[in-house]
């Protein structure tokens, strides 16, 4: 609920609908005159803020600079339309179309507002819905009907011309996306040596004696070595014989150095994200882009 004195800080700021979206900015409020508490907010939409709509705004909040309203964007705009500057009030029966668009029930609402103590939102100082309201904007006026006297509080555009906001144009935002990018720990590499055994042959000449049988015969050079011993008798000679065999032995010699080192590689790699950007539509114009067409309604 917007309190009196909160009216100012909701004027010409923006509003926004149940879903976050921008609906536009607030021009004028319009507050019952048997309490004095705001009932109604009406909002500029579109590029020249040729459409205002009436919006409830007693469950509404005000959150740091805008103003919250439980409703979606196209509700509002396709809310009946009421000629604002007719007076500076609300009769009945515009009253009774806004609140059947809204979906608020008159018999409940007059009832929960006409209910005794603090429920009753619309009494007076009298105790009774009835009474005169004197306005607090530009321009007066009163409608009695079945909610209780309302009165219309039309400060809007004073209030805009007043801190300079009179301008017509509005600015488009949208979200720019950057990317840049962070060294993270991709992975580890380590050393790690171990003793394998595998089986490796190799080739190497060996040699061994062999026992072969001379025979040379008797001649005068060997005769005397020949009639040296006994003439007949039994002897007996052994021969050694001696080879080669393979001997194995292991050393350990040192054979290469094995380190590690990082190439930085660069390749190219594609992102995608989402961006939110505002998006601006002409209400009231045959053609938005054919100048001539500028003034004239639908």
């Known amino acids: 609920m917007i309190a009196r004195e909160q009216i100012h800080a909701v004027l010409d700021h923006p509003v926004y609908d149940a879903e976050g979206k921008k609906v536009g900015d ?16 009406t909002v500029k939409t579109g590029m020249f803020g ?3 709509s009436f919006v409830p705004i007693k469950d509404a ?9 439980p409703y979606p964007k196209s509700t509002i705009k396709d809310a009946p339309n009421v000629d604002v500057d007719a007076g ?5 029966s515009e009253e009774h179309r806004l609140f059947e668009h809204y979906g608020i029930a008159w018999d409940d ?40 006297t309302s009165e219309g509080h039309m400060a809007g555009d004073t209030a805009g011309r007043a801190r300079g906001t009179d301008d ?20 580890r590499v380590r050393l790690r040596k ?32 020949a009639l040296s011993g006994p003439e007949i008798t039994e002897a007996e000679h052994e021969v050694i014989l001696h080879e080669e065999r393979p001997v194995v032995e292991t050393r350990t ?28 539509e002409v209400e009231g114009l045959d053609d938005p882009d054919d100048p001539d067409a500028r003034g004239r309604k639908r």
């Open 26 to 41: 607030a021009k004028h409020i319009f507050v019952d005159d048997a309490t004095g508490l705001p009932e109604w907010v």
């Open 50 to 52: 040729t459409s205002e």
């Open 61 to 69: 909040a005000l959150v740091d600079d805008h103003l919250e309203v």
């Open 88 to 92: 500076g009030h609300l009769s009945e």
């Open 109 to 148: 609402a007059w009832q929960q507002a006409n209910e005794p103590g603090e429920g009753g939102w619309a009494h007076g100082e009298t105790g009774t819905a009835a009474g005169t309201g004197t306005a607090a904007g530009m321009q007066t006026g009163t409608a009695t009907g079945p909610m209780g």
């Open 168 to 187: 017509d144009a509005m600015t488009r935002s949208e979200e720019q996306m950057h990317v840049g990018v962070e060294r993270t720990e991709a992975g």
């Open 194 to 225: 171990y003793v394998v055994t595998e089986e490796v042959q190799q080739t190497v000449p060996v040699s061994h004696e062999e026992v072969r049988i001379e025979r040379e015969p008797i001649t005068d050079a060997n005769r005397d070595e």
């Open 253 to 280: 010699v040192p054979v290469e150095r094995v380190s590690l080192k990082t190439d930085e590689v660069t390749e190219e790699e594609t992102v995608s994200g989402q961006v939110h950007k505002e998006e601006i």
